[in-house]
C-alpha cells in the first residue's frame, strides 16, 4: 500500500534552516509528481511547493518562493523540502503529498515550528 512517512521537523529560532524528508513506498516514487502541504489548527492545507517527477519546474507558494527548495531523489525515493531563512509564520505541521489513482495519499506530518 502506499505509505509516505515524513522526519525532519523541530523547533528552530527565526533566521534558521531546517530540511525536511519524505520517502515514499508502495507506488512507482519516479513516476509521480509530489508535494507538500503545510496546515496550521483552524487553516486549510496550504500548497507550499510541488515537484515533477524528474525534479523540473518546481512550483512554490509566493509566501516561501525565494527561501524554500523542493527537491527529491528518485533512486532513494525521497522528497525533501530546504527551508531557509525560517519565519514564525512558517510554523506548522508540514506533509507530503501524492496523487495518484484519483486519491490523495499524505504522510502522517511532521511538526515545524520557529520561535525564539
Known amino acids: 500500500q502506499v505509505q509516505l512517512v515524513e522526519s525532519g521537523g523541530g523547533l528552530v529560532q527565526p533566521g534558521d534552516s531546517l530540511t525536511l524528508s519524505c520517502t515514499g513506498s508502495?507506488?512507482?516514487?519516479?513516476?509521480?509528481?509530489m508535494s507538500w502541504y503545510r496546515q496550521v489548527p483552524t487553516k486549510e492545507r496550504e500548497l507550499v511547493a510541488i515537484i515533477t517527477s524528474l525534479g523540473m519546474g518546481p512550483q512554490y507558494a509566493d509566501s516561501v518562493k525565494g527561501r524554500f527548495t523542493i527537491f527529491r531523489d528518485n533512486p532513494q525515493k525521497t522528497l525533501y523540502l530546504q527551508m531557509d531563512s525560517l519565519k514564525p509564520e512558517d510554523t506548522a505541521i508540514y506533509f507530503c503529498?501524492?496523487?495518484?489513482?484519483?486519491?490523495?495519499?499524505w504522510g502522517q506530518g511532521t511538526q515545524v515550528t520557529v520561535s525564539s
Open positions: 508502495g507506488f512507482d516514487f519516479s513516476m509521480h509528481s
Open positions: 503529498n501524492v496523487f495518484l489513482n484519483a486519491i490523495n495519499y
